[in-house]
């Protein structure tokens, strides 16, 4: 190797380092021009551009631009299909435009990718009560549960799914669940679950005492 070839390599190597970098965090930022021009102009292809189509479906993903989100997931997955996050974020913008089985299909390929995460087997149990299939909604929150004892909106989603079963005392037990484990960022989910152990109270029948002769 010669001596002015030492010095194009190392420039060369920063110039890829910056654009690694680029392409890995360009969705962090809410600049979705940045994602599309790493991957209309980044000389990485393959795997790598699949983090720009991810950062840029995570943008539309929080302004509510599902269809887009979709599309880019859709792209992210094509080119990098072994990554359980890109599966569950489908999911999510799948969910929020109503497609809901495919939603389901999605969290079922982020469960076989990684199945240690809670929040899939949960998420996947919303969109499952959503079709209205309450069995196998249960028997998910029932994993995302047994992995995250301490999620008190799945304890509460669950007792939502058991009270629409018919399961009283299911339900009143996870409300309680709910209801004593820690309120998170905001007391919504205690609220509720205080709302609903409240309903179930008023609903059981009155014991009249019946006078002693």
Known sequence: MTKAAVPLLIVLG?????????????GDEDEPDVCS????????????????????????????????????FDEAIHLNPNR?????????????????????????EAIAHDPRQPA???QRGLALAGTGDLDRAILSYNTAIRLDPSDAQARLDRGLA??????ADDARADFEAALALPAGKDGRTRDAARAKLAELASAEPTQVSVPRR
């Open 162 to 167: 058991f009270l629409a079963r018919g399961q």
């Open 14 to 26: 920063v110039l890829i380092g910056l654009s690694t970098h680029t392409v890995v965090n360009c």
């Open 84 to 108: 359980a996050s890109l599966y569950r974020d489908r999911a999510l913008a799948r969910r929020q435009n109503g497609d809901l089985e495919l939603a389901i299909e999605d969290y079922d």
């Open 37 to 72: 021009a790493v991957i209309g102009f980044s000389p990485l292809r393959g795997s790598l551009i699949a983090f720009a189509y991810e950062g840029r479906g995570r943008i539309a993903l929080r302004h509510g631009d599902w269809r887009r989100a979709i599309s880019d």
């Open 120 to 122: 899939p087997y949960y």
